[in-house]
């Protein structure tokens, strides 16, 4: 149970919770344990004046002198009854309660971090098995702090109190109903080592499964346009089959388990019978002690069944909550340490920046220098993989460079708030994402508070309005998971709008214009001016856009700058740019 530690501040944080389930527990306990002492008294009063009847000391009806006297040891046993069930109705109030309470902090809490997680961790680890764990390994780890820990309670509580009850009445006796149950913990002990390790190979493997159906539906498209359904549909029959193989294996130890204990169980039962037969016939202890005993040995029947259930919950638990702790305990590379929260006016300085990506630890960047004053315009060009996209990525703090600096308005990038920094960034990616929600949300996701007019005059700057309006619901438009339902198209330009209505000091379009046709491109890139004039603006992408004015031009290859200035500079230069300016013409 080493993993499950981590949960003991949340017990601390519900402990009134804890502690009133617990005193329910004992006071629904300490109610059940009156009623077979009330029906042992019962009992031997009954015993006791048959005897006095067939001495002739009672004379007449027993039911008419007597039915009073067991009427009320009947209305004892209802009431007792009654307010056991009363106590256990809070007792799951309580107990229960606080269980889904935790798994809904543990949920917000996982959340959290996968936010606060870089994108190295995000392409290290697939989505079905991140999925996993923030749903069916939470729901594990709640079967713990909810069932487990209500029945753990009350195994403990209601065990104390019988056997103190029984001792109470006969030590000889209650030593050899309890004589089993020592057996019964060596079984418990062996299997739940068995139930833990199987446990946890049934969750990994869980993981793969969901990890491979997330990856299937999500490329649904190219699995069908490659005629793949067959491939996949093996390969995850396959996998099913191992899950299935590792579950059968642990009900295979379960269905053994359980008889095992109900067979240990049910000797206790035989002794206790046998044993306080012989001692009610050498008038060791009065009949109505038979009944007790018996009623005492059916109340712990389930407890100690429920130990081996108790066990596998715990170990199944205590996996998952290792795979959860691993999410927790993971490293943040990208920590905000920085205090200043300052508006950008957009001044850029790349100081011999070279950076590698921490994941595959390919050099991206390699001592890139370069300067953009508030209100530029840069475009980064290049071959496929010279380090174009990783310019833009580095200004939003995705990473962090690995040598050099990168100094916006003057001051360190690592010295601004990471939230403040990224609010004041407009950033198209070039694996454009959009939310499976209307197109006038999307946009707005950007800025949530903006006006539909805002949204339809960003809308119309990224030559999409007429698209949209095309649409039978027009800007109310669900687009689908990822957008599935629009083109590239359309899709990269419903995402500079998103980028373009938060108004920021800096834009960065990384290749946002590969999807659209020469027409489109310089309808954008018209709207783009007016929009972009007074922002500062690094565009990268693989041609000569002829329709925005460039302050400057990079061009990267391998991750070093091949060619820097402005674009009358490079042409004078006769360099790749010129070539590249001549091939396009």
Not at 237 to 252: G, I
């Amino acid at each position: 149970m080493k993993h499950l530690l981590y949960l003991n501040k949340y017990f601390v944080k519900y402990k009134w919770h804890l502690l009133f389930g617990t005193i329910f527990v004992l006071l629904s306990n300490w109610f059940k344990i009156k009623i077979p002492q009330t029906i042992r008294e019962a009992l031997n009063f009954i015993f006791s004046k048959v005897e006095e009847a067939k001495a002739g000391s009672i004379e007449g009806d027993f039911a008419q002198l007597f039915g009073d006297d067991i009427l009320k040891y009947a209305l004892y046993v209802i009431g007792f009854a009654a307010m056991m069930g009363v106590f256990m109705y809070f007792m799951r109030q309580t107990i229960i309660v606080m269980s889904r309470l935790i798994e809904y902090d543990l949920r917000k809490s996982i959340f959290k971090k996968y936010e606060a997680l870089d994108s190295t961790f995000y392409k290290t680890n697939k989505t079905g098995d991140l999925m996993s764990r923030v749903a069916e390994d939470v729901s594990k780890v709640r079967m713990y702090l909810g069932p487990a820990l209500l029945y753990g309670i009350n195994l403990l509580g209601l065990c104390v109190l019988v056997i103190y009850a029984m001792l109470k009445v006969n030590v000889q006796l209650t030593l050899y109903t309890l004589l089993p149950l020592p057996f019964l913990s060596l079984a418990i002990y062996y299997v739940s080592s068995l139930i833990n390790k199987k446990s946890e190979r049934i969750q990994q493997q869980l993981s793969t499964l969901t990890a491979s159906a997330q990856e299937v539906y999500s490329g649904i498209r190219v699995v069908k346009s490659y005629g793949s359904e067959d491939r996949f549909r093996n390969f995850f029959s396959e996998e099913s089959e191992v899950f299935k193989e590792k579950s059968m294996d642990l009900a295979r130890v379960n269905a053994l388990f359980f008889p095992t204990m109900i067979l240990i169980i049910s000797l206790s039962t035989l002794l206790t019978i046998y044993v306080s037969g012989r001692l009610v016939g050498e008038n060791a202890i009065e009949p109505g002690t038979i009944a007790e005993f018996v009623i005492y040995v059916n109340y712990l029947t389930w407890p100690f069944t429920s130990i081996g259930w108790i066990a596998s919950i715990i170990q199944q638990a205590d996996a998952s909550q290792k795979r959860i702790n691993e999410i927790l305990e993971a490293p943040i590379d990208i920590l905000n340490t920085g205090q200043l929260k300052t508006e950008l006016q957009g001044q850029i300085h790349f100081d011999n920046v070279s950076f590698t990506y921490p994941d595959t630890g390919v050099k991206a960047l390699d001592r890139v220098t370069f300067d953009l004053k508030k209100g530029e315009k840069l475009a980064i060009m290049g071959k496929t993989a010279s380090g174009k996209s990783s310019i833009c990525e580095l200004l939003l703090r995705m990473y962090d460079v690995s040598s050099g600096k990168i100094l916006l308005d003057g001051q360190v990038l690592n010295d601004l708030d990471l939230h403040s920094l990224r609010n004041q960034i407009g950033y198209v990616p070039q694996d454009v994402f959009l939310f499976s929600d209307s197109i006038a949300n999307n946009i707005k996701f950007g800025k949530t508070a903006a006006s539909m007019q805002a949204v339809e005059t960003l809308a119309k700057a990224a030559a999409v309005h007429e698209d949209i309006i095309g649409f039978p619901e027009g800007y109310a438009t669900e687009v689908g998971e990822r957008g599935v339902t629009l083109s590239g198209g359309q899709k990269q330009r419903i995402s500079i709008a998103r980028a373009l209505i938060k108004d920021p000091e800096i834009v960065l379009l990384d290749d946002c214009l590969s999807a659209v046709d020469t027409n489109t491109e310089k309808i954008i890139l018209e709207y783009l001016k007016e929009e972009l004039e007074n922002k500062t603006t690094i565009i990268v992408t693989h041609r000569i856009l002829h329709h925005i004015t460039f302050d400057k031009i990079l061009i990267l290859d391998e991750g070093r700058v091949v060619e820097y200035g402005s674009p009358t500079e490079l042409l004078q230069a006769g360099g790749s740019y010129h070539t590249m300016v001549e091939n396009q013409k």
